[in-house]
């Protein structure tokens, strides 16, 4: 069974940094494409950031290209999602995501690709 469990969340003020841990066991990250979603109050959940299973692609959503960093450390078996110059509207809960059923090589942007989630880490970012 695979599990994921967030970390790193929390409170921030504008223009801060936060890092995201997602820990994995169960699977190595090395062999899953691994994604970032968040989810605001009232809104849907969306695709922030994600890489392929070979890391030969990596993808941003456009709010947050130039500001998110996504990373693996396959030692740690762990996913980080570096967040820079925060802002009020990245408030939200982020989750973490591992797919490995679907062979395709590139990053995977839809929920229903992703085979595995964890609970979530809220980010809260104060004006």
């Known amino acids: 069974q695979v599990q994921l469990v967030e970390s790193g969340g929390g409170l921030v003020q504008a223009g801060g940094s936060l890092r995201l841990s997602c820990a994995a066991s169960?699977?190595?990250?090395?062999?899953?494409?691994m994604g970032w979603f968040r989810q605001a109050p009232g809104k849907e959940r969306e695709f922030v950031a994600g890489?392929?299973?070979?890391?030969?692609?990596?993808y941003y959503a456009d709010s947050v290209k130039g500001r998110f960093g996504i990373s693996r450390d396959n030692a740690k078996n762990t996913v980080y999602l570096q967040m820079d110059s925060l802002k009020p509207e990245d408030t939200a809960v982020y989750y973490c995501?591992?797919?490995?059923?679907?062979?395709?090589?590139?990053?995977?942007?839809?929920?229903?690709?992703?085979?595995?989630w964890g609970q979530g880490t809220q980010v809260t970012v104060s004006s």
């Open positions: 169960g699977r190595t990250v090395s062999s899953c494409a």
């Open positions: 890489f392929s299973r070979s890391l030969a692609s990596t």
């Open positions: 995501a591992a797919a490995w059923r679907l062979t395709t090589l590139g990053v995977l942007r839809r929920e229903y690709e992703y085979d595995a």
